[in-house]
């Protein structure tokens, strides 16, 4: 197996958002050999539910670098500025970017950065005392001498659907990019979250045909929206990621838990759309061209059974405690998605610390605790819901998370991250205010540390 001969200092495995502002963060800094491997051809973030018109849930100023660094030339400003767009997207007023502009924007930063590559499958990774051994499926290797783990995460399938997955049966995360035709066909989503709230939409549009039945499906008691507001959205600072930190495992599982509406819901705006829409297909439309639908809420689907022409979906209803059952033929998972380690690090998967879940424990700075040397570090993304908050998995803090990581990597304080706490006080060492790591005007050219 040829090995190259310059090692990394941070090799990056999987190029989704998270590894992507990390790498646009990096980029600048000289005294950092870093390369991040990817087994897809190109960037591409989540093109099965790319939907015509869908929004953003997180302001577009809490892009790749913006929250840490202003001046990158990786900010979604720049993107404007760069094809033109500055003065006709101010004018606009969009409340949310589109879905799809901020993919363009994620593929543009990706085409930018010198420290990417696509086409690189790892499929296994090593450790001895030199360090990190990644292995690609084309007999070449590379060193690093520190790993960060960005492969995302993986579908969520229910046990009861794992038999059935098809072309009639599947993940939201393939409904763009599967070939499927629902005209006349009974159609079930299941999931009440946003995915499922959009899919819901899209059906009804008649984009794939107009179908002879929709039923929408949920465990939670309503279609319950998205906690926007402003105070909730102190759980997406890095003030209270860091407080979040400080309590024991068992406390953080609870609190999570309490919190499921700020970072899961379907968005206030959707359920208003689809609202108006049905209004509008019950009372307005002619009786040949609406929709016939059931939303059926406080149902949880215990099995699925394929007749000869069909599937059967048997489910509970939690309202009233009855048995139920519907039938379909096409059904659509919007079911969210669940942590998976990739298996490139098999070879090293007994050595992780673990909590009670036996999720692998995270500092404060992302790494992974393990039985190696300390000078040999493991940071991973998108796998600290249970130690670092409900923030974790969404967008909003991932230029925050990028910079942590940089500063821990270096051992320097290269991007300012303590900006001024929050107003709420979480406990009796939070609001800490520390006037040396805060950005300001005056300061932040020297925390950006670029050389």
Excluded at 72 to 94: C, I, M, N, Q, T
Aim: aromatic residues 10%; proline residues 6%; contains cysteine.
């Amino acid at each position: 197996m040829k090995e190259t001969t310059a090692p990394l200092n941070l090799a990056g495995v999987g190029i989704g958002p998270f590894n992507l502002s990390l790498a646009a963060l990096l980029a600048p800094l000289t005294q950092v050999n870093s390369c991040f491997f990817d087994r897809r051809p190109a960037f591409a973030w989540h093109p099965g539910m790319m939907l015509p018109g869908t929004r953003m849930q997180t302001s577009f100023l809490k892009d790749m670098v913006t929250p840490v660094d202003p001046t990158s030339p990786y900010s979604f400003l720049a993107y404007l500025v760069a094809h033109g767009r500055f003065y006709r997207f101010l004018h606009a007023e969009f409340p949310r970017v589109r879905r799809a502009e901020f993919a363009d924007y994620l593929r543009w930063v990706a085409e930018q950065l010198p420290n990417l590559a696509f086409n690189q499958d790892v499929a296994g990774i090593d450790f001895d005392q030199h360090g990190f051994l990644l292995k690609f499926n084309n007999d070449y290797a590379v060193r690093s001498a520190n790993l960060v783990i960005g492969t995302g995460v993986a579908p969520y399938i229910p046990t009861w659907a794992q038999i059935h997955m098809g072309s009639r049966c599947l993940h939201s995360s393939h409904y763009m990019i599967t070939d499927h035709q629902l005209q006349d066909r009974r159609v079930v989503i299941i999931g009440g979250g946003q995915s499922g709230a959009e899919i819901f939409l899209d059906v009804l549009s008649e984009a794939h045909g107009k179908p002879k039945e929709i039923i929408w499906i949920s465990r939670r008691p309503n279609l319950e929206p998205l906690d926007e507001t402003a105070f909730t959205n102190e759980y997406f600072t890095p003030d209270y990621v860091k407080n979040f930190h400080r309590q024991p495992d068992s406390r953080r599982d609870r609190i999570v838990r309490t919190q499921t509406l700020a970072g899961d819901g379907a968005s206030p705006q959707t359920l208003i759309e689809i609202s108006q829409y049905l209004y509008e297909n019950d009372f307005l439309r002619h009786k040949d061209s609406n929709h016939q639908y059931r939303i059926m809420t406080n149902r949880e689907v215990r099995r699925m059974t394929r007749n000869s022409t069909d599937w059967q979906l048997h489910m509970h209803n939690r309202f009233d405690e009855s048995d139920e059952s519907v039938s379909a033929d096409v059904v659509i998972l919007a079911t969210g998605y669940r942590q998976a380690v990739p298996d490139c690090l098999a070879p090293l998967t007994g050595r992780f610390e673990r909590d009670s879940e036996n999720n692998i424990v995270l500092t404060k700075d992302y790494q992974a605790l393990w039985d190696g040397p300390a000078i040999h570090r493991i940071y991973m993304m998108n796998a600290g819901l249970r130690t670092h908050g409900i923030a974790d998995p969404q967008l909003s803090l991932a230029a925050w998370r990028a910079a942590v990581i940089v500063n821990s990597l270096l051992d320097q304080k290269i991007y300012c991250t303590d900006p001024a706490p929050s107003p709420l006080y979480w406990s009796e060492a939070s609001n800490g205010y520390d006037e040396e790591n805060h950005a300001t005007p005056s300061t932040f050219s020297a925390c950006a540390g670029r050389e």
